[in-house]
């Protein structure tokens, strides 16, 4: 989730008008592309072609301005997107219309998913339904995009407080692995800054976690978006990431995130405490 006002300065969405792809999906989550299916040109980063890990059934839980853009480039890339929000998916159907995605309800939105991406404010994380991860690819990966803004918006969590790291309090919650990603990225950037493999200059997103193949699998899907990634530690790490950091915010490519990374405190500043 974009630091909440962009570090906290709100971020807004644009509208795009996108085609609709269907494709065909395995238990697993992953295929290959349908018989005759073209698939069409992503229309937010002008064509460019990045590298593709197989069309996917991605789940998106939250529609807000990180949650509404990622499925924007997710489905123009060609994945099955189904999205939710906690208002039911009838208050989706601007957002499904324009991209193609398939508005359900939050229990179903990972159904089948290789990939599960949470992206509700912390205070909401624990009234999300049991069994939310029910039906999912058994080997599937959920991306927390979270922020704690305990002064703006969150109230006060004490396990955050007492030194836990947002993420690991997430994953608690869920009962559920989780990989950081996309917290500290702005929600404009997801459609506006993607750029092929190689360009000199490109945005770099940190990503956190424990499961080596869980954090690849992340790094691979932030590839295809158009941005370059670094590898940010464990989630007891994640703190690096987290607001307040060098690197929350920070657009630089990936040798000025790394270095961001290393110039981080776990100490949180009388900003970021309740």
């Known amino acids: ?26 238990s697993s989550g992953i295929v290959s592309a349908p018989p005759r299916l073209v698939v069409r040109r992503d229309p937010f980063t002008s064509g460019t072609r990045h590298r593709k890990v197989g069309f996917m059934k991605i789940g998106i839980i939250g529609a807000g301005n990180i ?35 398939t508005a359900v309800p939050s229990t179903q939105a990972a159904r089948g998913a290789r990939i599960v991406v949470v ?6 994380v624990p009234d999300l ?18 922020n ?16 836990l790291t947002e993420s690991r309090w997430t994953e608690r919650q869920i009962g559920h692995p989780v990989v950081k990603a996309f917290n500290g990225t702005y929600a ?15 945005q770099a997103l940190p990503v956190a976690g424990d499961d080596p193949a869980a954090k690849q ?5 932030i590839e295809e978006l158009g941005f370059d990634t670094v590898d940010a530690g464990g989630l007891d790490e994640s703190w690096r990431q987290q607001p307040g950091t060098p690197v929350y915010g920070n657009r630089g490519d990936a040798e000025t995130i790394a270095k961001a990374l290393t110039e981080a405190s776990p100490e949180r500043t009388a900003e970021w405490r309740a």
């Not at 974009?2 to 395995?26: E, K, Y």
């Not at 992206?119 to 909401?124: D, G, I, N, Q, Y």
Request: hydrophobic residues 40%; charged residues 20%.
């Open 217 to 221: 699998a992340v790094r691979d899907l």
């Open 188 to 202: 404009q950037d997801i459609l506006d800054n993607g750029l092929p493999q190689g360009t000199p200059g490109r």
């Open 67 to 101: 949650g509404g853009n990622l499925t924007r480039r997710l489905t123009a890339l060609g994945h099955d997107v189904s999205v939710a929000n906690s208002r039911g998916p009838e208050t989706l159907e601007a957002l499904a219309a324009e991209t193609g995605a």
């Open 1 to 26: 989730m974009v630091p909440l006002l962009a570090p906290i300065r709100a971020q807004q969405g644009l509208s795009h008008s996108v085609t609709p792809v269907l494709n065909r999906f395995s």
């Open 129 to 146: 339904p049991s069994g939310l991860l029910e039906g999912a690819a058994d080997d599937a990966v959920v991306i927390d995009t979270g």
């Open 119 to 124: 992206t509700v404010p912390l205070k909401a």
């Open 148 to 163: 704690y803004y305990p002064q703006q918006r969150d109230g006060r969590i004490a396990a955050i407080e007492d030194g």
